[in-house]
């Protein structure tokens, strides 16, 4: 039987890989550059919004306090005036990625770690390559990409940005499944 802590180098390594392709994809290759779109009079849009010092957080414009104010003929004029937005405001200042990247690499260890535990579930014994990539090939894409839709189902994410968050998932798929099939105990 295979046992979850056997499995420490396929998990740490493929990692790495998934890690070393994200930075890839994500810095060096043009595929996630139109992911965001230029603000129309962004310089305009900050200058107004600057006053009102919005702490960090998500909101929505407008908003309601429940479902008899969104029935109302005031909220629904709000709506109809617009703009309607889902807003992600940062903290000011410049962008610090080591904690960021930090979170990111722990968070591809623990999708490996639940293929790994899956995928040495899955089967009692050594169970041949095919298997073991499909396994931890599909647990590792769920991890990666399948909660992604729901971003574009319900607040309207870009399709094309999920489509192509999904094409990333399906690539770091497929490295976690190759290193376990590769590394997976026999």
């Avoid at 180098?9 to 890839?24: D, G």
């Avoid at 909220?75 to 990111?104: C, D, I, Q, R």
Wanted: net charge positive; charged share 15%.
């Amino acid at each position: 039987m295979t046992v979850l802590h056997t499995l420490w180098l396929p998990i740490l390594l493929s990692s790495v890989f998934v890690f070393l392709a994200s930075s890839i994809i994500h810095m060096a290759l043009p595929w996630h550059k139109s992911d965001y779109a230029k603000l129309p009079e962004e310089n305009k849009v900050m200058d107004s919004l600057r006053p009102f010092a919005t702490p960090p957080g998500d909101y929505m414009v407008p908003n309601c306090s429940g479902p008899a104010e969104m029935k109302s003929p005031e909220f629904a004029e709000k709506l109809k005036a617009g703009p309607v937005l889902m807003l992600t405001v940062m903290p000011n200042g410049p962008v610090h990625m080591g904690k960021s990247l930090s979170f990111w690499f722990l968070y591809i260890v623990v999708v490996s770690y639940f293929a790994a535990y899956v995928t040495c579930h899955a089967f009692p014994k050594w169970p041949g390559h095919v298997n073991v990539l499909r396994i931890a090939g599909v647990t590792s894409f769920l991890g990666y990409a399948a909660a992604l839709w729901q971003m574009s189902i319900w607040y309207r994410r870009s399709l094309r940005t999920t489509i192509k968050a999904t094409v990333d998932g399906l690539i770091y798929a497929g490295l976690t499944a190759g290193t376990f099939g590769w590394l997976w105990p026999r």
